[in-house]
């Protein structure tokens, strides 16, 4: 698996998700400005991920402050509230900055002078990075047992899934791709349906490549295929990932996301999502209070550098949508998999505990 988020002793690295799949380039980013703009760009994409480098980005933007530790704090906001404005749906990069303004207060309260403050920081996003990858492990041990049940006679697993959330969206194996890998490594055999995911094409330049790097049999169909193939029935299930679940289980994830989850319904697929608990956000009721990001018009009528509306027509371009959680069969976690109603059970597997040796 390439690694999305490195250190090199100096900076960060982030593979250039951008230029997926054609080229794998690394880019090294050296402050919080940098940050902003790959996170912007969808340079490092995929709620975990937007988290673990906009920690490290917030340790970037004050290394190289000198000042007392009152001041390094204010400074450490600055650049937290910054990044935040990067973008607005996944909740992993509130979250992941509060953690480190947290560790930042806490230290400077016990004592710590601002060399010890920063170094805490740096540890923290480091750990963030490592945690990650246990999170993920942990949502696979759990997945891979519900997928287990879904077996075809010819003993393979047939699923379909939009956009990326896999490891290029996290650390390491993902959330959406994690059950499918833990379940690979243990015999169990999958074919996946990659939705192309317009309009950057998540599913098919990453998806498709992670999967197929991986050795797990993919096929990219357009987005408007996914009724075809599941009126077919060559779909068992339907595996996704999200950017923000609200206390009631409405899930937000890449546009696209919410016409899938309806024609599951209808063709009486289950519509399974993978979630890391801090993509989970207790403090929105009800997924109408997330916030949606919207992008650029020539993402729709450009991309990728090619022409293909009139001059000047009008665009809407939400980046994500919200499938209400009637429509989700189970939301995966590294604390286990919560099941309608959700909003009980999503509280449950938020509450803090540690990972068994088990998921771990
Ligand atoms: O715009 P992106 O590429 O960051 O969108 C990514 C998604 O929608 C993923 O499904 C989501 O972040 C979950 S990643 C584990």
Known sequence: MLETISWTGKA??????????????????????????????????GAPAIGVAAAFGAYLGVRNFEGEPDALLDRLEQVCSYLETSRPTAVNLFWALKRIRDVGQTAAKNGADSAAIKSRLFDQAILMLEEDNRVCRAIGE??????????????????LTHCNAGGLATVRYGTALAPIYVGAERGMRFHVFADETRPLLQGSRITAYELQQNGIPVTVICDNMAATVMQQGKVAAVIVGTDRVAANGDVANKIGTLGVAILAKHFGIPFYVAAPTS????????????????????????????VTSPPEVPVYNPAFDVTPAELVTAIITENGISKPPHERALKDLCTPRSLTSQEM
């Open 12 to 45: 960060m690295r982030l593979l250039d998700q951008t230029r997926l799949p054609v080229e794998t380039v690394f880019v090294d980013i050296a402050d919080e400005r940098q940050t902003w703009d790959a996170i912007k760009r969808l340079v490092v994409r």
């Open 142 to 159: 759990h997945g891979a047992k519900l997928l287990a049940e879904l077996a075809s006679a010819d003993d393979r697993i047939n699923l």
């Open 279 to 306: 993509s989970i956000d207790l403090s929105i009721a009800t997924g109408s209070d997330i916030p949606i990001e919207q992008r650029d018009s020539k993402e729709i009528i450009n991309g990728f550098g090619r």
